[in-house]
């Protein structure tokens, strides 16, 4: 295996990286929304963005020279796959993807793990493997990834059962451990909403930490307070 850490990763090291995502139909679903956001994001210090599909990207690949996480979902009538053809990965290396975010997933690839390796050929893009769970992190770093996410613990059926007795509420940072013990470079990403669940994977080791919906979702970010609300609680 031939490992070194692209450029694009060596940018990230330490650092959070913001994810600025939206579901379509919601009213942040707007290329200018997520523009704003990304740039918020960035002014506040943001080391990377991950952003989903290429008019996304392309709208911010100008604005910045920090690396860009580009991923193209496609929902498969149960839940969102990430990048799941060659074709979509190329069109974001096109629209200015640093790095590539592959569904790295046995449920997705079963024994396609190879894969990986084409997808970084063809777009000489790095590949980030979004996996959820250890088994899936050693497949994908054997099979070309330049590093590994947490992104899809909880989210398979594989993982679901991993994490038991866990809240799936909470970020996987025994996945986080497991990876960064077998000397994986690991992102941990998926489910950190506070900055001390942060520290704990930077403590734990970990690349970066990407944060999502607890800075970018408003609407997530309101009905966390709403839950709380005493009118809520009754
Ligand atoms: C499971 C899945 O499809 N995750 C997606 C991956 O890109 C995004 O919807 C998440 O927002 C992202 O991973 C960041 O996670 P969180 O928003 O929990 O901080």
Known sequence: MTHHLPAALEALTGGLVVSVQADDGTPVRNVEVIAALAESALLGGAHGLRLNGPDDVRRLRPVTELPIIGLHKVHNGIRNVITPEIGLAVGLAEAGADIIAVDATVEQLGARFDM??????????????????????????????????TTLSGYTPESRRAVGAGSIDDPDLRLVAELVAAGIPTMAEGRYRTPSQVAAAFD?????????????DPIAITRRFVDLASGARA
């Open 204 to 216: 734990a080791g970990v690349l970066a930490v990407v944060v999502g919906g607890a800075i970018t």
């Open 116 to 149: 990986l390796r084409e997808i970084a050929d063809a777009t000489r893009r790095p590949v980030m493997a979004d996996v959820s769970t250890f088994e899936e992190g050693v497949l994908a770093w054997e099979n070309g990834a330049s590093v590994v996410g």
